[in-house]
């Protein structure tokens, strides 16, 4: 506002987005881009490690491209784990059932070697 308040109303969303931030903020700070944006979503990567921002997706099994060799997949946000098959040319995650974040979904791929 012109006196330099925030309104209460965006005093809730600054917090709520600072909580989530605060739960999932290295995979949003991950600069390289691992896979081109696609409808679902996208990926990020720092180091050895490839976050798969699910953003728009209702079924369990996802397809991406071939991906190198991965030792683990967890979701970020409890650590829950994440299974991961190579099929033909493409790598399938297979997101674990139950509840999800209804904003982002971040599965953590951890690359071997």
């Known amino acids: 506002m012109p006196t330099g308040t ?6 809730t969303r600054l917090g709520e987005m600072g909580k989530w931030l ?10 390289a881009e ?3 944006p696609r ?7 720092k180091g050895s490690r490839i976050y798969v921002h699910v953003l728009d997706w209702s079924d369990q099994l996802l397809a991406l491209p071939r991906l190198p060799e991965i ?3 967890v979701l ?6 994440v299974a991961v098959r190579d099929v033909g040319p493409g790598t399938v995650l297979e997101l674990p059932p ?12 951890e690359k071997a070697g």
């Open 76 to 81: 970020l946000n409890g650590g829950r784990k």
């Open 39 to 45: 409808n679902w979503g996208a990926a990020t990567q």
């Open 71 to 73: 030792k683990s997949a």
């Open 34 to 36: 691992a896979l081109p």
């Open 98 to 109: 139950g509840p999800l974040d209804p904003v982002d979904n971040i599965i953590v791929l």
């Open 22 to 31: 605060k739960a999932n903020g290295e995979a949003i700070y991950a600069r």
């Open 6 to 11: 925030i309104q209460p109303e965006f005093v």
